[in-house]
């Protein structure tokens, strides 16, 4: 759980916030009686902290695992900023078959990191294209989809629009 290189040391200083400290020792008091917060965000919160503190049981633990016919959304604001450019990429070309890095799938609809040999000889996007596709960034905050399809590490998620779009698991949220 700790570095090699902060073994020998006496005291170890966190600059963490302690608002989920407490809920990390008691897992790793009693793992097996553990219980997880119900709120979304809070569970998301800790899974956060497990991952800093590197306790990959307790981070696997905060993850939901979604079911087909869930009501999703993206994640936040980090995620709608990091997917925002390959979901237009995909409206440009929306009959190009990817290969998804998460699942290794190839599939229509993916939407993300891929290889550059994965994309066919559709039309390009230029840098012009995105800034007159930026409202479709602002547009994702309220995008709602149901999963049709559950992966391993990834969703097919239906929009009401007609769109269908792979999607890797940690880029949703169930819809409130």
Known sequence: ???????????LFIDRSPTHFAKVLDYLRDGA??????????????RKEAEFYNIP??????????KVLDKV???DNNVIEAYWKFLVRHLFNPSDKKT????????????????TASYSMGRSVSPSDYDNWVLLKHHTRTMKGI??????????????????????????????
Do not use: I
């Not at 049981?57 to 979604?66: N, R, S, T, V």
């Open 147 to 176: 999963v049709a399809q559950v992966f391993e590490q990834c969703c097919r998620v239906k929009y009401s629009s007609a769109l269908e779009l792979h999607l890797p698991k940690s880029a949703l949220r169930l819809s409130r």
């Open 57 to 66: 049981d307790l981070a696997k633990m905060c993850c939901y695992e979604f």
């Open 33 to 46: 009686s553990f219980a997880l917060p119900k709120d979304d965000d809070a569970r998301q919160a800790l």
């Open 100 to 115: 998804c890095m998460a699942c290794m799938c190839t599939v229509n609809g993916y939407v993300g990191p891929t290889t």
């Open 1 to 11: 759980m700790v570095a090699n290189r902060w073994r020998n040391q006496e005291e």
């Open 73 to 75: 959304q993206w994640k």
